[in-house]
């Protein structure tokens, strides 16, 4: 993925795209443009919180709750401001509760398939890097016995 987050981000935009249009165009009647303006907000935020700064640190499920979180603020703020009508905080409730669910298959994807860690050794990288810990044979330097009666 290191390569390729260009591609992947896309992937999950356009992905994204389609689920909110499908909930917030279809169901709650919402025009294409706003859908669009919400799915790139929400695209830009969610990847530099969510999938930069919260993933790394964390594991998945944290990540999700973050990005149900994350999406629930931005879905109901912009489409307060973009849209007349509908109950704005029921349908970002229910368009989060669908990205969240998302996010959390698509990070798992990601993380399971594409990092260097589990294509090389065939592990599975939690990507929680706070508890790692580097370890060696060695604890202690060598060093020449002070005590010893041989003096070179």
Do not use: C
């Not at 964390?58 to 999700?64: E, K, P, S, V, Y």
């Not at 629930?72 to 109950?87: F, M, Q």
């Not at 592990?123 to 370890?135: D, H, I, V």
């Amino acid at each position: 993925m290191e390569g390729n987050h260009a591609a992947w981000e896309s992937i999950k935009f356009i992905a994204s795209l389609v689920l909110l249009f499908v909930i917030l165009g279809l169901f709650y009647k919402m025009s294409f443009v706003n859908v669009f303006l919400i799915s790139a907000v929400l695209g830009i935020v969610s990847y530099v919180l969510g999938d930069m700064v919260i993933l790394p640190r964390t594991n998945n499920t944290i990540a999700a709750a973050a990005d149900f979180g994350l999406s629930l603020i931005l879905i109901w703020y912009l489409s307060s401001i973009l849209t007349y009508g509908n109950n704005p905080f029921t349908m970002s409730l229910v368009t989060s509760a669908r990205v969240a669910l998302f996010e959390y298959f698509f990070h798992g994807y990601l993380v399971k398939n594409l990092t260097e860690d589990s294509t090389e050794k065939g592990t599975f990288n939690q990507g929680n890097l706070r508890y790692n810990t580097e370890a060696s044979e060695e604890l202690a330097p060598v060093k020449p016995d002070v005590r010893s009666d041989d003096k070179e």
